[in-house]
């Protein structure tokens, strides 16, 4: 098999299964017809076509075409996207203090413990657990224990924090916009129609996250200057950023809950800078954070509501 | 059956293909190509998906298939509903026309704008 037949094969998947199963033979022999005619469209080009088309699809199925719908699937899945990414996240806490008196024996003294922490690993399991259950479309289990996870995660800040004397910068408590965000995403955004992420997705969605998880590790857990490492790596994350930023761009075109996905994504960084720099002030952290509990159980519980269905009879 | 409006134009040219009888994806592709003067070069996904949104409505049909040197191709047939709908097309296209043409006489037959001299300053 040609190379071109097996990119055009693999652009097929972009196609809800349906499709792929009853037309994606037809094609394929189309595509090698007008490749035998001397066709003028590249291979790369009809296989660009596939995966533009494919997802376009999909998004015409999955909803009635409102903007409503669109902005409340795009909205659940920038949610996902983000709970996958604390799941990477969860990756690097757990192997930067592995990690950091090995490369830098100099900091051991600082890093006495080597043994991983029982608390990092039970969030890293709960963000991959969440994400696992919420992709799969299990939202009943997925929604409570999203809680918890949550709970679990804004208790360890509160934790770091008041280790700082209660009071912390802005800057410091990396995440704090994300127990806001999510639980608004999924108590509000949520679509009542499943939403199930394909295998495809939520491998590439997991492999995104712990590249993430690698890249802080690699560029900024362990301590030396990226620029040490001469412009090679710079080079490398430029071209790794192009290439997410074209497949992000080609993915919002054709499917747009995608493109609003990619924003609730970017939001989440860009709100908290924006407060980190505008916040001098020293305000109690902890106690923002605390107040942030029973909003993520009243909101979650308020949306559980919603989702229940009345029994008949 | 769902009734187009604002039809594309891969969409009407798909159409208008299939009128002439019978088709598979490629000979579709090369009939457009011929009905757009060489203008119009569908590709492999935007045929089918064009061609998936009409056999939802119901304006286009499967009719037969058969294998060519392992190649599975089948016929698509414009329904009598597809017909009705490139007609409609069609007329609406005319009106269009019609109005643009009407337009452009009434345009010649306007005197020659004035042009007024540039003030001195």
């Known amino acids: ?313 | 059956m769902r009734i187009l409006t604002n039809m594309q134009e891969p969409t009407f040219l798909i159409l208008a293909a299939l009128a002439g009888g019978d088709l598979h994806g490629y000979g579709i592709i090369k009939e457009v190509e011929t009905l757009s003067d060489g203008r119009l070069r569908l590709s492999a996904g935007t045929l089918y998906g064009a061609l998936d949104r009409l056999k939802n409505d119901g304006l286009v049909e499967v009719v037969g298939e058969e294998r060519i040197e392992g190649r599975l191709r089948r016929y698509h047939r414009l329904t009598d509903s597809g017909a009705n709908a490139l007609e409609q097309e069609i007329h609406r296209q005319e009106r269009v026309i019609a109005v643009a043409k009407a337009k452009l006489e009434g345009r010649r037959s306007l005197p020659a704008p004035v042009t007024r001299p540039a003030e001195a300053s």
Request: a positive charge; glycine letters at 10%.
């Open chain 1, 1 to 313: 098999m040609r190379f071109g037949d097996r990119l055009c094969r693999w652009a097929l998947h972009a196609y809800p299964r349906d499709f792929q199963h009853e037309s994606g033979e037809e094609v394929l022999g189309t595509i090698a017809d007008m490749q035998d005619a001397g066709a003028k469209r590249g291979v790369l080009r009809q296989a660009a076509s596939l995966g533009y088309n494919g997802n376009r699809l999909r998004w015409l199925r999955a909803t009635d075409g409102s903007m409503r719908q669109t902005l409340r699937q795009g909205a659940a899945w920038g949610a996902l996207l983000l709970i996958a990414r604390q799941a990477g996240l969860g990756i690097y806490e757990l192997v930067r203090p592995l990690w950091l008196p090995w490369a830098r024996p100099s900091l051991l003294p600082q890093y006495p413990q080597t043994a991983l922490s029982v608390v990092e690993v039970a969030l890293f399991v709960g963000w991959l657990a969440v994400f696992g259950l919420l992709a799969s479309g299990r939202r009943r289990w997925g929604l409570p224990l999203l809680g918890l996870v949550l709970a679990g995660f804004v208790a360890r800040e509160v934790a770091f924090s008041l280790s700082y004397g209660g009071h912390f910068s802005w800057a410091f408590t990396l995440n704090f916009f994300l127990p806001i965000l999510l639980p608004v995403l999924c108590a509000f955004g949520w679509p009542a129609r499943r939403i199930r992420f394909s295998l495809p997705v939520i491998a590439a969605v997991l492999i995104g996250a712990v590249v993430i998880a690698a890249a802080r590790v690699v560029f900024w857990g362990v301590g030396f200057d990226p620029l040490g490492q001469g412009y090679v790596w710079w080079w490398i994350q430029v071209a790794l950023c192009l290439v997410a930023v074209v497949f992000g761009i080609l993915a919002g075109l054709s499917d747009p809950r995608w493109a609003i996905a990619g924003v609730v994504v970017a939001l989440q960084p860009v709100v908290r800078e924006i407060i980190a720099e505008s916040a001098g002030s020293r305000l109690s952290g902890a106690i923002l954070l605390m107040a942030l509990v029973p909003i993520v159980a009243v909101l979650l519980a308020f949306r559980a509501s919603r989702l229940a269905v009345p029994r008949r009879g």
